[in-house]
């Protein structure tokens, strides 16, 4: 399914990377996104948003699932 938001949609490339490093990539690379970087287990909400990237992070600091726009 495609994305009506504007923009690049996701990053597979940052798998691996830490999660601050890769918040800032996202947001350089999308100017209508905040991305926000959560610990693996953190509860959210699952309402979908054109503006949101969420960036899902080990304790250890890095980047273990694709961050969406959403």
Not at 10 to 17: F, K, N, V
Not at 20 to 29: D, M, Y
């Amino acid at each position: 399914m495609a994305s009506e938001c504007p923009g690049k949609n996701s990053w597979p490339e940052l798998i691996g990377a830490s999660g601050e490093a890769a918040a800032e990539k996202i947001e350089a690379e999308n100017s209508n996104v905040h991305a926000t970087v959560l610990l693996e287990g953190t509860p959210v909400t699952r309402d979908f948003r054109c503006d949101r990237v969420r960036v899902w992070v080990t304790e250890s600091g890095v980047v273990y699932e694709v961050p969406r726009v959403g």
